[in-house]
């Protein structure tokens, strides 16, 4: 069965400290993974995918097939990136997601 | 403005009435779904639809149901037969083929 899981419910850091928000997976076959955040009072929206390998807002991730993870990293924390992130996997054969629990990130002064 | 919009967003229910919560979409997106949002769970999927007259359940259908008679829209009802309600109710749509999901603003039902 597919899973995705994220280890912390909760990673609080100082302003200008390196984050990695962990994530781990099941998955039989080639997996798609995403981020997802959701900041304070806003909708939930895709961060980034690891097939488009892109940075955005200083985040990456990097698809381990060996380690099935797939963490996302940011060298130096803000305070706007407090928010409540969500690593997904895609559902074989469907467009459906399967999501993590989620890890709320909090960046202090 | 383009966008999925959910409506209400707050939404207080007696235990034992059934519900219907709406969610609306203007981005000609095929796809649409309901996810579920409780502490400490996360996103858990109730309902999808890849067509018009069309929908499968997901991971936590029982006491839900869904109709999908328009594209636009995918309106969620949450039945009586459902024993734990109360929760934080997400809808998202996607265009078919590509899995990047955009998300309403979510309705809070409460049942008391």
């Known amino acids: 069965a597919q899973r995705v899981t994220q280890p912390e419910k909760l990673l609080s850091v100082f302003k200008g400290a390196p984050v990695e928000l962990k994530c781990n997976y099941s998955y039989s076959g080639s997996p798609e993974l995403f981020w997802y955040v959701q900041y304070s009072r806003q909708r939930l929206q895709l961060l980034l995918r690891?097939?488009s390998r892109e940075s955005i807002k200083g985040f990456t991730a990097d698809l381990n097939k060996g380690e099935t993870s797939f963490h996302l990293k940011k060298p130096f924390a803000q305070e706007e990136d407090s928010a409540m992130y969500y690593c997904a996997l895609k559902n074989s054969g469907y467009s459906t997601l399967t999501f993590g629990k989620g890890t709320m990130l909090l960046v202090s002064p | 403005d383009g966008g999925i919009t959910q409506s209400p967003k707050y939404l207080f229910r007696k235990e034992g009435q059934n519900v219907t919560l709406s969610c609306e979409q203007n981005l000609n997106h095929d796809a649409m779904y309901w996810y579920r949002q409780d502490p400490g769970q996360g996103l858990r999927l109730i309902y999808y639809s890849q067509i018009v007259n069309d929908f499968q359940k997901g991971d936590i259908a029982e006491g839900y149901s869904v109709s999908r008679e328009k594209k636009e829209s995918f309106p969620l009802t949450v039945t009586s037969a459902q024993k734990n309600p109360t929760a934080f109710y997400l809808c998202?749509?996607?265009?078919?083929?590509?899995?990047?999901?955009?998300f309403g603003q979510g309705t809070r039902l409460t049942v008391v």
């Open positions: 690891h097939i």
């Open positions: 998202a749509s996607s265009t078919e083929g590509d899995t990047e999901a955009f």
